[in-house]
């Protein structure tokens, strides 16, 4: 999936609120990608224009190489996605639900039972939906997308209301989605939890993208190649580390904070261990998405979509 330029624009009693603003994206094909951001960054009115459901003002998306909304018909039955709150009967079971999606878009019966079992609801298929926990409510949702046996997954916030074990239960249903080669582009504001099960992720604000790439580059970035050291006699380290081109902070418990300099922590160690000064402690600093994603935006208030004045020519547009 790719996405090069999208705009979306409301007009409201205050001006024109900008949804998304020139939005450029790549979802790599395989694995799990974390498409995140503050709630109100545009997630889901960019999901939404992928799936055709509302019309951008400008750019262009493609799908599996075919330009999106254009041709989505021929794209739609490889793209299973979930953007509203699920909606089934209560008084059937799990598995009656089923069968009559299956039934009403032309799906062999016995693959209710086959998506039942990949969302760990084997068991349970016979349970009627209203005893569902929420959790259940929403892997049958999941089992629902994959009945047409879809290569992309979307789902847009689906751990909003879970507690600790549905969130569990529902990122090892991603992850197992994943490892059978699928690919799953999942929406979030908790980027902490995305962390957990993405590969790859796009950072939004305000509608555009911050930062994009492999969750293990991005949290290195993030951490700055910093290393926290403990030394005997950390005042004469500081100095010496400071004159090899070292950044160096000392910490409240007494420590080091170390950045720049040579890329090998050999070198360090190598340059205190010359002067008789021995290492007890190099640890790298870990960062995390959460902590990246507020770096990324302390100067600039990134979060909520903005708002912009509409001018006279604008309104006429």
């Given amino acids: 999936m790719v996405v090069e330029g999208l705009r979306k624009t409301y007009r409201t009693r205050r001006g024109v609120q900008v949804a998304v603003a020139g939005l450029d994206m790549t979802v790599p094909r395989g694995g799990v990608h974390g498409f995140l951001g503050p709630n ?3 997630k889901t009115t ?3 224009m992928l799936l055709g459901l509302i019309a951008a003002d400008s750019g262009r998306a493609t799908i599996f190489g075919h330009p999106v909304p254009e041709e989505l018909p021929q794209v739609v039955d490889r793209v299973g996605a979930i953007v509203e709150q699920p909606r089934f009967f209560p008084a059937f079971t799990g598995r009656q639900n089923l069968r009559l999606l299956a039934q009403g878009i032309g799906i062999p019966t016995p693959k209710v039972d086959e998506v039942l079992e990949q969302v760990g609801l084997g068991g349970r298929g016979r349970d009627r939906f209203g005893g569902y926990s929420l959790g259940m409510k929403q892997r049958l949702a999941v089992a629902a997308t994959l009945l047409k046996d879809p290569d992309l997954l979307v789902f ?3 751990t909003n209301g879970l507690d600790p074990a549905g969130i569990h239960e529902i990122r090892a249903t991603m992850r197992g989605l994943a490892d059978q080669g699928r690919t799953v582009l999942v929406s979030s504001h908790i980027l902490s939890e995305v962390q957990l099960v993405a590969d790859t992720v796009s950072i939004i604000g305000r509608g555009r993208l911050l930062a994009e790439g492999s969750v293990a580059e ?4 993030a951490g700055g190649g910093a290393l926290r050291v403990a030394v005997g006699e950390p005042g004469r380290a500081a ?8 950044g160096v902070e000392p910490t409240p418990e007494g420590r080091l904070l170390v950045t720049g300099g040579p890329a090998d922590p050999a070198e360090l160690t190598r340059a205190l261990a010359d002067q008789g000064l021995w290492v007890r402690e190099l640890t790298p600093v870990q960062s995390d998405l959460e902590s990246y994603f507020l770096h990324l935006t302390a100067d600039e208030h990134l979060g909520r979509a903005q708002h912009e004045e509409v001018r006279d020519e604008a309104a006429a547009g």
Avoid: C, F, N, S
Avoid at 218 to 221: E, I, M, N, P, Q
Avoid at 239 to 246: I, N, P, Q, V
């Fill in 46 to 48: 960019t999901i939404r």
């Fill in 239 to 246: 100095d010496l580390l400071r004159e090899r081109g070292w």
């Fill in 156 to 158: 847009d916030e689906p």
């Fill in 40 to 42: 109100g960054a545009g």
């Fill in 218 to 221: 991005l949290l290195r970035v």
